[in-house]
């Protein structure tokens, strides 16, 4: 059973702020979540997998495209015949 300080310690480690009032809310939530699962444990199950599944995708297609030089000739910064992109942190 999760108590309302479990619940505090995961509002914290995950960076939720979590208000006092919403504190039973969460924690009622959270026991509701750990009972399904504890249904779904119960669940008897034959153990294999079903042999009948099958690819529904279609089949790749190989199709002609742009060149390297087509496309470099839209890139407003190339680098050594790649497209240059601003740095991202």
């Known amino acids: 059973m999760v108590t309302e300080h479990d619940v ?7 960076d939720v702020g979590i208000n006092t009032e919403e504190l039973g809310t969460f924690t009622h939530q959270f026991n509701a979540i750990l009972d399904y699962f504890d249904t779904l ?3 008897k ?6 042999s009948d599944l099958f690819n ?3 089949e790749d297609v190989v199709e002609p495209s742009l060149s390297q030089d ?3 000739k839209n890139a407003p910064w190339k ?4 497209i ?3 740095r991202v942190m």
């Open 8 to 14: 505090q310690h995961i509002a914290e480690l995950a």
């Open 84 to 86: 240059k992109a601003p």
């Open 56 to 58: 529904v995708l279609r």
């Open 41 to 43: 444990d119960t669940v």
């Open 79 to 82: 680098e050594d015949g790649f």
């Open 45 to 50: 199950g034959d153990g294999a997998a079903r």
């Open 70 to 72: 087509d496309v470099l």
